[in-house]
């Protein structure tokens, strides 16, 4: 490749010719590692999880970044092996000042090793629940469900309980209803039973769960189970639990809530009660 050193007036021969080489080093490094990833994307990664897409192209970015680097050097005559020792000289300092980076390096090899999640899964950690964007080497980020960015580091993402909300293609939805003591607990549970399995969210397959769980303060607590496929979360609870106030309304079923007796002391004389209204006293 020739070059018109007429372009470049007045700077060295050497200087134009070494830019010119670093400048063509770059593009053709860039332009083989753009086709090494779309011919990856297309055969070996073709059908792989976007966790494991995401990891390789990392490492293959931070390898051809490293290649690239020792490449420039060796265009502007830096001896490379030199560096290499100066550099391993340098990267015990440094490890021994970054001792929370390395430790969320090894902490994101084990993640990725045990695969816990995948990117596109919802996970609960601590109190941060978000859908999970992407997973590094030194950390995990999530997008929460009011739209905000978490960047959560992976020592503490495997130090802390983590619960994968949509690992599994079924969950159930758990919750509790009072009735008053009056009602008969067989029809009770008739009524749920059947207007879960009604719900068009419901599966039927594993039948939903209608237990009598305990005696409360207001009522009897009845615990009620609903499967359903993890995309159809707020599709069911909004209609479930409207279909369940409406039937039991419909069924003349009581929901009871709690009541509160004020008491002013033994030594207060009672409340008086004046009746506004209503036919007048013989």
Do not use: C
Not at 184 to 209: I, K, M, Q, S, Y
């Amino acid at each position: 490749m020739s070059i018109d050193l007429d372009w470049f007036p007045g700077l060295p021969p050497s200087l134009i010719r070494t830019a010119v080489a670093v400048a063509a080093t770059i593009l053709a490094s860039v332009v083989v590692v753009k086709l090494i990833l779309a011919v990856m994307r297309r055969t070996v990664l073709k059908n792989a999880t976007e966790h494991n897409r995401l990891l390789v192209q990392n490492l293959v970015a931070y390898a051809a970044t490293a290649i690239i680097g020792m490449a420039i050097l060796g265009e502007l005559g830096v001896d490379v092996k030199t560096l290499l020792g100066a550099a391993g000289i340098v990267g015990i300092a440094l490890g021994f000042a970054s001792q929370t980076s390395v430790s969320n390096i090894i902490s994101g090899l084990f993640l990725l090793g045990e695969k816990p999640f995948a990117v596109g899964d919802v996970i609960k950690v601590g109190d941060k629940t978000g859908v999970i964007l992407s997973i590094d080497l030194m950390s995990i980020k999530i997008r929460t469900f009011d739209n905000l960015f978490i960047r959560l580091p992976n020592t503490t993402v495997l130090n802390t309980e983590v619960v994968n909300v949509t690992r599994f293609p079924i969950r159930r939805l758990d919750f509790t209803i009072q009735v008053a003591y009056k009602e008969d607990l067989g029809r009770v549970r008739e009524v749920l039973e059947r207007t879960v399995r009604e719900n068009p969210f419901a599966l039927r397959e594993p039948e939903p769960v209608v237990l009598i769980q305990g005696f409360g303060q207001s009522g009897i607590d009845m615990f009620i189970g609903a499967w359903f496929l993890k995309s159809d979360f707020v599709a069911l609870k909004n209609s479930l639990f409207q279909s369940i106030k409406e039937r039991l309304d419909a069924e003349g079923i009581e929901i009871p809530f709690p009541h509160a007796a004020l008491y002013a002391g033994s030594a207060t004389g009672p409340f008086p009660i004046k009746i506004v209204g209503g036919p007048e006293p013989d």
